[in-house]
């Protein structure tokens, strides 16, 4: 299900996804008595961007053989050409510093805190991220989610296995508006106790770490969030997340 919205306004989107220097990234959600007071200016990126990631632990110390989960994708040639060229008409004509790598970089970032406001219903924390048509649906929809399904949704950085960009649009309002959309995919390590199999679905995968009598089922899992940003002479230079899918989990 597509959850679509309006532009809106999202500052500190802007500041993580758009503006060049050290602003890029959006920092782990902070607890209620916080979140209104978020310090995202002059955050440096976590980690850098990883094509594959692994699941192991670190050093020497670390147990048992090392756990590693790679998602390959094929991306078609035309695709991939498509999008390339549509990232050179926005360093052309609407942000000579756009850059598709800290774009994806933020974009992880927020899609991370977002999910993960999401999963712990914290709805009121989304006003500057999300579009307000996107959160009217999402309250209803999270509202009627199964505790499984919920806790599904939340996607920590170190468990996003893999990110791709999807569609990109340049397009113009009515107005004379001028709009860019960016589509994100991602695909994410997640706990939950979910069924092996959706009605209507195909399988979600599963990955199994360890042996039978330590053994832990993660499931791989797909979200899509559109961010947009409106390009017209004079508009703020903001993101915002206009939609979000989450398949066969938030329907």
Partial sequence: MALRGAPARCRWLARALAAPGAARVLPPPLLPAAASALPLAGLRPLRPAARFASTAGQGPEAEGPQRRV????????????????????????????????????????????????LSQRKLDLLHELVSAEVLQVLKEKISLLPDNHRDALAADMDAIMYSTEG?????????????????????????????????????????????????EKRHLLTANYEFQREFTEGAKPDWTITRIEHPRLLE
Wanted: aromatic letters at 18%.
């Fill in 70 to 117: 790679v998602v390959v994708r094929i991306t078609s040639p035309f695709a991939w050409l498509r999008t390339r060229f549509y990232y050179l008409l926005i360093r052309l004509y609407f942000d000579p510093e756009f850059r598709i790598e800290e774009f994806t970089r933020g974009a992880k970032q927020a899609f991370s805190v977002v999910s993960k406001l």
């Fill in 167 to 215: 569609d990109v649009r340049i397009y113009y309002d009515d107005d004379g508006r001028k709009f860019v959309s960016i589509l994100m995919r991602f695909w994410y390590l997640n706990g939950a106790n979910l069924p092996d199999e959706v009605p209507g679905e195909t399988k979600v995968f599963q990955i199994v770490f360890g042996d039978e009598s330590t053994k």
